[in-house]
Each structure stands twice: as C-alpha cells, then as structure tokens.
C-alpha cells in the first residue's frame, strides 16, 4: 500500500503539531512562586527561640518544634503563628533539661 504526498503532509502535521495547550519544547514550565519565611532558631540552655521574617506576599503559618533529650522530657509543639507578609514573629519552646533538635514549619 502506497500513501500518496497529501496523507503523508498530514500525517508529518499530525506529529510535529502539539495539542493546543501543550508546551512545546522550546517553552518553559511555568516556574512556581517562592513562599516561606526565613527562620533563625537558637538554643540556650534548655530553652529554644525562633525568629521568622516573611519576605513574601502570602501568609506563612509557622510552628515551633523541639526534641527533648531526656526520654522522661515532653517534646514541644507550639501552636501555628501566622506570619504575615514583610512581617517578623518569635516563637519560643523549651525542654526541662537539654533540647536535642529545634526545628520551624510552614503552612500555606
């Protein structure tokens, strides 16, 4: 079976043409927006505090976590601190005796 010029100009179109909507290969993924707030934690002793600044148009919910060394020691969690944009919070937890880890997270 011969394809005659015309079905193979079609088909060749067919291929090299993508969908509408679809990237072509020379276009970039759209790129996704920074958010979080930059976080500095520091321990003393046994107490632990954190600084977050905001430097983005969204609003980060930021929460305080810290590991207790001694097993009989409860681990903190704090409660969500919303931290909004161009804005700086303190967030503060502590253990009894020696803090093993301090960590921040981020909700959007």
């Not at 983005?56 to 681990?75: A, F, G, K, N």
């Amino acid at each position: 079976m011969r394809l005659s010029g015309a079905v193979l100009a079609a088909l060749a179109l067919l291929v090299a043409v993508p969908p509408s909507g679809a990237a072509s290969l020379g276009e970039a993924a759209p790129k996704p927006r920074p958010f979080g707030a930059e976080c500095r934690t520091g321990v003393a002793g046994s107490a632990v505090i954190a600084y977050c600044h905001n430097p983005y148009p969204e609003t980060d919910r930021v929460r305080l976590h810290v590991e207790c060394d001694q097993w009989w020691d409860i681990d903190v969690d704090s409660a969500p601190v919303e931290a909004g944009p161009a804005q700086t919070v303190r967030l503060t937890g502590r253990c009894w005796k020696e803090v093993r880890s301090a960590w921040v997270s981020h909700q959007k």
